[in-house]
Protein backbone atom coordinates (compact mmCIF):
# COMPACT_ATOMS: atom_id res chain seq x y z
CA UNK A 1 0.00 0.00 0.00
CA UNK A 2 1.40 3.10 -0.88
CA UNK A 3 2.30 5.18 2.35
CA UNK A 4 -0.39 7.37 4.26
CA UNK A 5 -0.61 11.28 3.70
CA UNK A 6 0.60 11.56 7.22
CA UNK A 7 3.14 9.70 7.06
CA UNK A 8 4.50 10.61 3.81
CA UNK A 9 7.39 12.79 3.29
CA UNK A 10 6.20 14.97 -0.13
CA UNK A 11 8.42 16.45 -2.89
CA UNK A 12 5.88 19.31 -4.61
CA UNK A 13 7.76 21.64 -7.36
CA UNK A 14 6.50 24.90 -8.28
CA UNK A 15 5.54 25.67 -5.25
CA UNK A 16 5.76 29.51 -4.72
CA UNK A 17 2.59 30.04 -6.49
CA UNK A 18 -1.05 28.58 -8.45
CA UNK A 19 -0.90 24.72 -8.40
CA UNK A 20 2.05 23.88 -6.56
CA UNK A 21 0.89 25.75 -3.63
CA UNK A 22 -2.47 24.99 -3.78
CA UNK A 23 -1.26 21.22 -3.79
CA UNK A 24 1.42 22.19 -0.60
CA UNK A 25 -1.65 23.67 1.21
CA UNK A 26 -4.20 20.91 0.15
CA UNK A 27 -1.39 18.29 1.25
CA UNK A 28 -0.85 20.15 4.55
CA UNK A 29 -4.92 20.23 5.16
CA UNK A 30 -5.09 16.72 4.28
CA UNK A 31 -2.55 15.68 6.89
CA UNK A 32 0.90 15.57 5.23
CA UNK A 33 3.40 16.64 7.82
CA UNK A 34 6.78 16.87 6.00
CA UNK A 35 7.10 18.89 2.34
CA UNK A 36 9.74 19.91 0.75
CA UNK A 37 8.84 22.60 -1.74
CA UNK A 38 11.18 23.77 -4.38
CA UNK A 39 10.95 26.85 -6.76
CA UNK A 40 12.66 29.74 -8.27
CA UNK A 41 10.62 32.33 -6.19
CA UNK A 42 12.52 31.82 -2.85
CA UNK A 43 9.68 34.90 -1.48
CA UNK A 44 7.05 32.64 -2.66
CA UNK A 45 8.53 29.60 -0.65
CA UNK A 46 9.08 31.54 2.33
CA UNK A 47 5.80 32.55 2.26
CA UNK A 48 4.34 29.18 1.81
CA UNK A 49 6.07 28.07 5.02
CA UNK A 50 4.69 31.08 6.92
CA UNK A 51 1.27 29.93 5.78
CA UNK A 52 1.93 26.55 7.11
CA UNK A 53 3.71 26.82 9.97
CA UNK A 54 2.13 25.01 13.06
CA UNK A 55 0.39 22.65 10.23
CA UNK A 56 3.20 20.69 8.13
CA UNK A 57 7.38 20.80 8.46
CA UNK A 58 8.04 22.44 5.74
CA UNK A 59 11.83 22.76 4.52
CA UNK A 60 11.99 24.70 0.85
CA UNK A 61 15.02 24.71 -1.79
CA UNK A 62 15.25 27.46 -4.05
CA UNK A 63 16.42 25.78 -7.74
CA UNK A 64 16.41 26.17 -11.33
CA UNK A 65 14.85 23.72 -12.83
CA UNK A 66 16.13 24.24 -16.02
CA UNK A 67 19.39 23.03 -14.69
CA UNK A 68 20.50 19.37 -15.01
CA UNK A 69 21.33 19.25 -11.53
CA UNK A 70 18.30 20.56 -9.98
CA UNK A 71 16.93 17.20 -9.43
CA UNK A 72 19.76 16.04 -7.08
CA UNK A 73 19.73 18.82 -5.24
CA UNK A 74 16.02 18.77 -4.43
CA UNK A 75 16.47 14.99 -3.91
CA UNK A 76 19.15 15.86 -1.80
CA UNK A 77 17.49 18.43 0.87
CA UNK A 78 14.53 16.07 0.69
CA UNK A 79 16.67 13.26 2.02
CA UNK A 80 18.42 15.90 4.22
CA UNK A 81 15.22 17.15 5.86
CA UNK A 82 13.24 14.02 6.15
CA UNK A 83 15.60 11.33 5.66
CA UNK A 84 13.11 10.37 2.48
CA UNK A 85 10.73 10.76 -0.49
CA UNK A 86 7.41 8.75 -0.33
CA UNK A 87 5.42 10.99 -2.65
CA UNK A 88 6.44 13.81 -5.54
CA UNK A 89 4.51 15.76 -6.86
CA UNK A 90 6.07 17.34 -10.83
CA UNK A 91 3.67 21.01 -10.64
CA UNK A 92 6.72 23.41 -12.56
CA UNK A 93 6.18 24.24 -15.81
CA UNK A 94 6.96 26.92 -18.02
CA UNK A 95 3.81 27.29 -21.28
CA UNK A 96 6.28 29.42 -23.56
CA UNK A 97 4.34 29.72 -27.04
CA UNK A 98 5.87 28.59 -29.69
CA UNK A 99 4.93 26.85 -32.70
CA UNK A 100 5.99 24.79 -35.23
CA UNK A 101 6.35 27.51 -37.57
CA UNK A 102 8.09 29.57 -35.29
CA UNK A 103 9.66 27.87 -32.50
CA UNK A 104 13.80 27.60 -32.42
CA UNK A 105 16.08 25.95 -31.24
CA UNK A 106 16.58 27.49 -27.53
CA UNK A 107 12.41 27.54 -27.39
CA UNK A 108 12.85 23.60 -27.61
CA UNK A 109 15.49 23.19 -25.33
CA UNK A 110 13.85 25.42 -22.57
CA UNK A 111 10.74 24.25 -22.52
CA UNK A 112 11.59 20.51 -22.65
CA UNK A 113 14.20 21.33 -20.11
CA UNK A 114 11.41 22.65 -17.07
CA UNK A 115 8.18 20.07 -18.49
CA UNK A 116 10.23 17.03 -19.16
CA UNK A 117 13.59 16.35 -18.32
CA UNK A 118 13.26 18.05 -15.06
CA UNK A 119 9.84 16.23 -14.36
CA UNK A 120 11.99 12.47 -15.73
CA UNK A 121 14.91 13.42 -13.17
CA UNK A 122 13.23 13.89 -10.35
CA UNK A 123 11.01 10.76 -10.97
CA UNK A 124 14.16 8.92 -11.48
CA UNK A 125 15.69 10.20 -7.87
CA UNK A 126 12.52 9.50 -6.07
CA UNK A 127 12.00 6.08 -7.25
CA UNK A 128 16.12 5.62 -6.77
CA UNK A 129 15.08 6.41 -3.06
CA UNK A 130 12.06 4.28 -3.13
CA UNK A 131 14.21 1.26 -4.30
CA UNK A 132 16.88 1.92 -1.74
CA UNK A 133 14.46 1.45 0.69
CA UNK A 134 12.56 -1.24 -0.16
CA UNK A 135 9.30 1.02 -0.11
CA UNK A 136 6.13 2.05 -1.78
CA UNK A 137 5.63 5.47 -2.55
CA UNK A 138 3.71 7.65 -5.21
CA UNK A 139 3.96 10.22 -8.11
CA UNK A 140 2.08 12.54 -9.69
CA UNK A 141 3.05 14.35 -13.02
CA UNK A 142 0.81 17.40 -13.90
CA UNK A 143 0.54 17.61 -17.09
CA UNK A 144 -1.94 19.24 -19.32
CA UNK A 145 -5.00 18.67 -22.18
CA UNK A 146 -3.00 20.20 -24.83
CA UNK A 147 -0.56 16.72 -24.82
CA UNK A 148 -3.54 14.94 -26.57
CA UNK A 149 -2.92 18.21 -29.45
CA UNK A 150 -2.82 21.96 -28.68
CA UNK A 151 -3.40 25.07 -30.40
CA UNK A 152 -0.55 25.89 -33.16
CA UNK A 153 1.12 28.70 -30.46
CA UNK A 154 1.32 26.18 -28.16
CA UNK A 155 3.26 23.00 -30.32
CA UNK A 156 6.39 23.17 -28.42
CA UNK A 157 4.57 23.06 -24.80
CA UNK A 158 2.06 20.38 -26.04
CA UNK A 159 5.42 18.07 -27.00
CA UNK A 160 6.40 18.29 -23.98
CA UNK A 161 3.46 17.57 -22.43
CA UNK A 162 2.61 14.84 -24.21
CA UNK A 163 6.06 13.45 -24.10
CA UNK A 164 5.62 13.68 -20.13
CA UNK A 165 2.59 12.23 -20.33
CA UNK A 166 4.09 8.75 -22.22
CA UNK A 167 7.30 8.97 -19.42
CA UNK A 168 4.17 9.02 -16.94
CA UNK A 169 2.82 5.93 -18.08
CA UNK A 170 6.64 4.03 -18.78
CA UNK A 171 7.74 4.20 -15.57
CA UNK A 172 3.99 3.06 -13.89
CA UNK A 173 4.62 -0.15 -16.13
CA UNK A 174 8.56 -0.53 -14.95
CA UNK A 175 7.49 -0.07 -11.33
CA UNK A 176 4.53 -1.67 -10.83
CA UNK A 177 6.20 -4.43 -8.71
CA UNK A 178 7.95 -2.02 -6.68
CA UNK A 179 4.84 -0.91 -5.35
CA UNK A 180 5.37 2.26 -6.67
CA UNK A 181 2.18 4.26 -8.55
CA UNK A 182 3.09 6.87 -11.14
CA UNK A 183 -0.14 8.67 -12.74
CA UNK A 184 -0.56 12.54 -14.16
CA UNK A 185 -3.37 15.10 -14.46
CA UNK A 186 -3.98 16.48 -17.87
CA UNK A 187 -4.91 19.98 -16.71
CA UNK A 188 -7.38 22.54 -19.33
CA UNK A 189 -7.67 25.78 -18.42
CA UNK A 190 -6.65 27.29 -14.99
CA UNK A 191 -6.47 30.16 -13.64
CA UNK A 192 -3.08 30.59 -11.61
CA UNK A 193 -0.91 33.81 -11.21
CA UNK A 194 1.32 32.91 -14.23
CA UNK A 195 -2.00 32.35 -16.62
CA UNK A 196 -2.91 35.67 -15.24
CA UNK A 197 0.34 37.29 -16.00
CA UNK A 198 0.73 35.42 -19.64
CA UNK A 199 -2.88 36.38 -20.80
CA UNK A 200 -3.30 39.85 -18.90
CA UNK A 201 0.34 41.15 -19.85
CA UNK A 202 2.27 39.19 -22.13
CA UNK A 203 -0.53 38.15 -24.46
CA UNK A 204 -2.31 41.62 -23.81
CA UNK A 205 -6.05 40.56 -23.11
CA UNK A 206 -6.26 42.89 -20.25
CA UNK A 207 -7.76 42.41 -16.45
CA UNK A 208 -10.73 41.44 -17.66
CA UNK A 209 -9.21 38.14 -19.71
CA UNK A 210 -10.64 35.65 -17.21
CA UNK A 211 -14.76 37.39 -17.20
CA UNK A 212 -14.36 36.79 -21.04
CA UNK A 213 -12.60 33.20 -21.04
CA UNK A 214 -15.04 32.30 -18.70
CA UNK A 215 -18.04 32.83 -20.60
CA UNK A 216 -17.12 30.50 -23.35
CA UNK A 217 -16.64 27.47 -20.73
CA UNK A 218 -19.60 24.94 -19.53
CA UNK A 219 -19.17 26.38 -16.03
CA UNK A 220 -18.74 29.73 -16.64
CA UNK A 221 -15.24 29.96 -14.81
CA UNK A 222 -12.00 28.33 -15.23
CA UNK A 223 -10.70 25.20 -13.33
CA UNK A 224 -9.65 26.57 -10.01
CA UNK A 225 -5.85 25.79 -8.37
CA UNK A 226 -7.66 24.66 -5.56
CA UNK A 227 -10.03 21.78 -7.84
CA UNK A 228 -6.55 20.35 -9.26
CA UNK A 229 -5.06 19.82 -5.82
CA UNK A 230 -7.40 17.92 -4.61
CA UNK A 231 -7.27 16.01 -7.30
CA UNK A 232 -4.30 15.33 -6.94
CA UNK A 233 -4.24 14.44 -2.72
CA UNK A 234 -6.33 12.12 -4.56
CA UNK A 235 -3.75 10.55 -6.26
CA UNK A 236 -1.09 10.43 -4.05
CA UNK A 237 -3.79 9.02 -1.41
CA UNK A 238 -4.34 5.14 -1.06
CA UNK A 239 -7.75 5.72 -1.73
CA UNK A 240 -6.98 5.90 -5.39
CA UNK A 241 -4.81 2.95 -5.07
CA UNK A 242 -4.43 0.29 -6.82
CA UNK A 243 -4.73 3.06 -9.78
CA UNK A 244 -1.06 3.62 -11.31
CA UNK A 245 -0.48 4.75 -15.37
CA UNK A 246 -3.36 6.46 -15.96
CA UNK A 247 -3.66 10.17 -17.11
CA UNK A 248 -6.54 12.27 -15.48
CA UNK A 249 -8.05 14.40 -18.09
CA UNK A 250 -9.30 17.47 -16.32
CA UNK A 251 -10.98 19.60 -18.24
CA UNK A 252 -14.81 20.97 -19.02
CA UNK A 253 -15.24 19.01 -22.20
CA UNK A 254 -14.62 15.46 -23.05
CA UNK A 255 -11.93 14.19 -24.84
CA UNK A 256 -12.60 12.48 -28.44
CA UNK A 257 -16.45 14.11 -28.19
CA UNK A 258 -17.79 16.67 -31.40
CA UNK A 259 -16.55 20.13 -31.21
CA UNK A 260 -14.64 19.19 -27.46
CA UNK A 261 -12.23 22.20 -26.69
CA UNK A 262 -8.68 21.82 -25.62
CA UNK A 263 -7.62 24.05 -22.80
Request: with cysteine; hydrophobic share 45%.
Amino acid sequence: MTQDLKNMALVITGAASGIGRAVAIEAAQQGVRQILATDLNAEGLASLSDTLKGRAEVSYVVTNLAEPEAAQQIAESARAAFGRIDGLVNAAGITTRASVVDGTAADFDTIFAVNTRAPFLLMQEAIKDMKNREASGVIVNIQSMNAHCGPPELALYAASKGALQTLTKNAANAHLRDGIRVNGINLGWVRTEAEHNMQANILGHGADWEKEAGRKLPLGRLVSSEETARSTLFLLSPASAPMTGVNLDLEQSVTGAPNAGIG
